[in-house]
């Protein structure tokens, strides 16, 4: 995937089908530019990338591309990167957005760090106003950051959230705000 992903002749708009696989993510994977990442099958739980959560940062997925989409895999044990305002433990959305469409996003955390100010987000976070989080299961992610941290499953400030199952998302501080969404 990160090869195709860096490729220049892998064009905006192509298509990017990952057989069934399990990968440890060591690094997180950037998609900044206009393609499509889905499982090959279709069902989210043939394609799975996992984060090393709770013990070491390291986001699984960014996307930053407004015609850039996540379709129809699993992000999961991601952990929110030490920095202070950090979004996003499995996936963050960023400013000129893109799409996460019928994707698992579970087990992220965003953690506690003395230089955490605000932020928020354990599974996901969107903070484009072309983003969109659609068809997706957002369950079992932590917040247990000290500071102002806000949704456990979901942390929006701009964007658009649809058809989408939040449950079982948790914050251990009385600091922090929204364990399902905020």
Known sequence: LRAALADESVAEGSVIRVAKLTETVTAEIAVNKG???????????????VGRAPNTNGRVFSVNHKKAVLRNLVAEKGRAPSDSYATGGCISIGSA???????????????????????GGAGI?????????ANCVITNNTLSANGVIQGAGVYMTAGLIVNSFIAKNYT???TNWGAGAH
Do not use: K, M
């Not at 393609?35 to 990338?49: C, I, K, Q, T």
């Not at 957005?97 to 932020?119: K, N």
């Open 35 to 49: 393609v499509v990442v889905e499982s090959a099958s279709g069902d989210p739980e043939d394609v799975r990338f």
């Open 97 to 119: 957005g893109g799409t996460v469409d019928g994707c698992v996003i579970r087990g992220g955390t965003h953690a506690s760090y003395s230089t955490r100010a605000s932020g």
């Open 125 to 133: 976070a969107c903070t484009g106003a072309s983003g969109v989080i």
């Open 172 to 174: 251990t501080t009385t």
